[in-house]
């Protein structure tokens, strides 16, 4: 269970303010937002980077501020950012994920035959596509065995079979009883995935709607409840 | 532990990719070429030796008098130690002679006749220290650079490390994987020498273990540097970070502590005041003579040889201590400029690791000094033993001063004064910088 209870950043530009989210086990939320700020401060604040807020961030009903080292097992950030090192192999980061790995020996063959890893072991990262990258990534963090994921915008710009793929492991994993935090400036994608949206705007979350409700609602109808609450 | 064990399995994998494993081969070879080169010098001035004893053994039995010896004296050869080996191309000193005999002049000399013209100069890069600082301190930036560039990889493995254990691993393992390089690259090099028959001494050990100290603390140093350039938001700032520094420690900084010690030398008395004060002092000294002689009484029937005895007794006496003390003068004021060189030399990592090496060398200043030292110490024995042979004794066949090999000036390795200080000072830059690589790696994390 993820819980972010009154947050507020200190010193920053846009601020996040007054943030309340609350995603229960099982459960995918997606908070949309326009910039990017605002996402990279959540994800630092879940990796422990980020110290400097108020508020509580709770993972598992426990706060994180002091406990660094439980957001850090208890929470996994996932982002398909490629700023990684084009030379690393990826039998090495599979074998240190592995070590981690905090699962069942069924569960970790399962996750490796799926994501088709130990066919790409000898390959060097910068020799990947970006579909076997993005499936490795996952995978990576599937390994670690966590129950709470925070999710950037990792189907973007995909094809359309990974999306889908995709939301195959999102549906598996809320079943599963994990918790999502998912983040994202795609309108259609959230209520596919999603069970609950959220919209950012200037630090501030204005608007939350069901993923069912929004997938009933037009895109006019959704951009006139959105005037309305700003 | 285990985390940080495979962390560093990770980050060894990740170094030794081909490209950086091109460059490692190629620096070894380059190294272990150029401590060849300096084998085959220092070979090549141990068999000179041989022939130099012969010759000047030789040269003395071609004298007919004590006055043809006294005029022409005999020379001395400097040795280096074998360590030179890895110095050849960056020491003060490339290779030295001296001459001593009866006259006022004391001359050191580095002779361009014939083959030495085409030897290496000293002051230059071509040599396992050179290659060492040169390349070494480039690959080590780039290593360290490269180490904390990729921010999504650093943040990926901050959810399974700390932060401050994650920094940690990966300095250790690049850090680990460098100095097991340079240690190698050592230990072949020590292979090299033993497979020319060259043995080192224990003294030569102990001085090539401080050496490469002095070379893991430069290393280190520029591989923080590396890491803080990589801390950049810009990669491109960071890589010109990279270079900037690079061209600062190895080219500029070392250039203007030689300019500066190059200009503070120029207060030093030169040789040509030197001379012309030496002559005064021999024109006193004659001018005193011929009054003496004039001034000497008929009636005192004082024979030629006891007044030449006398006016030598006197010069020895007087004019000898005068000229020794100036030339002591003279090394007085080169020591205080080495000290002035060695300290300055303390404040930057690069120029203590080329004071430190070039009196590990057994070819800096330290040695020259000795040498100096030596040679004034031998020409008085030698003035001495002139004066007794000429105006004392009666001789058959003109016998050599020299008994062994007097005239083999065996240098050793040695350390710059304060070297103790050097190695604190860089200790505390290392440390000060790998405090503030990890407050902008942190920083780095967080944007």
């Known amino acids: 269970m993820i819980q972010i209870l009154d947050l507020h950043l200190k010193k920053r530009i846009p601020e996040i303010s007054s943030l309340n989210i609350q995603i229960e086990a099982g459960e995918c939320y997606v908070l949309l937002s326009s910039g990017e700020t605002a996402v990279n401060h959540l ?28 957001g850090r097992e208890k929470a996994v950030c996932l982002s398909c950012d490629r700023e990684w090192p084009p030379d690393m192999r990826v039998r090495n980061l599979i074998a240190f994920s592995r070590e981690r790995a905090e699962i069942s020996a069924e569960e970790l063959e399962e996750i490796l035959i799926k994501f088709n890893l130990e066919n790409h072991a000898d390959k060097r990262l910068h020799e990947l596509e970006e579909v076997d990258w993005r499936n490795i990534l996952f995978a990576l963090v599937l390994l670690k065995g966590c129950k709470n994921y925070i999710i950037r915008d990792f189907a973007r710009g995909m094809p359309l079979d990974f999306n889908l793929e995709f939301k195959k492991h999102i549906q598996q994993m809320k079943q599963s009883g994990f918790s999502i935090l998912y983040l994202s400036d795609d309108v259609f994608f959230a209520p596919e995935i999603g069970d609950r949206v959220g919209f950012l705007r200037k630090g501030k979350l204005l608007l939350e709607l069901k993923a069912a409700r929004m997938k009933k609602m037009s895109l006019r109808e959704l951009y006139f409840q959105f005037l309305a609450e700003k | 532990m285990k985390t940080i064990k495979d962390m560093l399995v990770m980050e060894i994998s990740r170094v030794l990719n081909k490209k950086i494993l091109v460059i490692l081969v190629f620096i070894t070879l380059l190294s272990l070429y150029f401590v060849q080169t300096g084998v085959n010098s220092y070979k ?102 490269e180490a904390f560039i990729y921010k999504d990889y650093l943040r990926f493995m901050t959810g399974f490390l700390p932060e401050g254990r994650l920094f940690a691993a990966i300095i250790l393992a690049r850090l680990g994987v460098l100095l097991f390089f340079f240690i190698f690259n050592a230990g072949l090099s020590l292979v090299l020498l033993k497979l ?60 203007v502590v030689n300019g500066v010690t190059a200009r503070k030398a120029d207060n030093i008395t030169s040789t040509y005041q030197m001379e012309l004060e030496k002559l005064k002092i021999l024109m006193g000294f004659e001018q005193r003579a011929l009054d003496q002689r004039r001034s000497v009484p008929e009636s005192r029937e004082k024979s030629e040889s006891d007044l030449k005895r006398e006016l030598i007794e006197n010069y020895w006496q007087r004019e000898v201590k005068q000229i020794q003390a100036s030339e002591k003068a003279l090394e007085r004021e080169l020591e205080k400029n080495i000290r002035h060189y060695q300290g300055l030399s303390l404040f930057f990592p690069s120029t203590f690791y080329l004071s430190v090496g070039n009196e590990i060398s057994s070819k800096g200043y330290e040695n020259f000094i000795r040498f100096f030292d030596y040679i004034q110490a031998l020409k008085t024995g030698f003035i001495r033993f002139y004066i007794n042979k000429r105006y004392y004794e009666n001789f058959s066949q003109v016998v050599s001063y020299i008994k062994s090999q007097e005239n083999l000036f065996q240098a050793r390795s040695d350390l710059p004064q304060g070297f103790g200080n050097g190695v604190v000072l860089n200790l505390v830059y290392i440390t000060g910088l790998f405090c503030l690589a990890y407050r902008r790696f942190k920083r780095a994390l967080e944007t």
Do not use: C
């Open chain 1, 43 to 70: 994800i630092n604040i879940f990796s422990g980077l980020e110290r400097d807020f108020k508020g509580a961030v709770k993972i598992d009903g426990r706060d994180i501020r002091g406990n660094w080292k439980l």
């Open chain 2, 196 to 255: 020319n028959g060259i043995g080192l001494a224990g003294h030569d050990i102990r001085h090539l273990s401080i050496f490469m100290l002095v070379l893991g603390l430069m290393l280190v140093f520029f591989f923080v540097l590396g890491i803080i350039a990589g801390s950049f938001k810009s990669s491109f700032t960071g890589f010109i970070m990279v270079i900037l520094s690079w061209f600062l420690f190895i080219f500029l900084i070392p250039g």
């Open chain 2, 44 to 145: 090549g001035i141990i068999e000179s030796k041989v022939k130099f004893l012969d010759i000047e053994k030789l040269k003395v039995k071609q004298y007919i008098n004590y006055a043809q010896y006294g005029t022409y004296g005999f020379r001395i050869l400097f040795i280096p130690s074998p360590l030179s080996a890895y110095f050849i191309n960056s020491s003060t000193i490339s290779e030295l002679t001296s001459n001593v005999d009866s006259g006022e002049r004391l001359n050191i000399y580095n002779s361009f006749k014939g083959k030495t013209l085409f030897e290496e100069k000293a002051g230059g890069f071509k040599d396992f220290a050179g290659i060492m600082l040169l390349l070494g301190s480039l690959l080590v930036l780039y290593l360290g650079y």
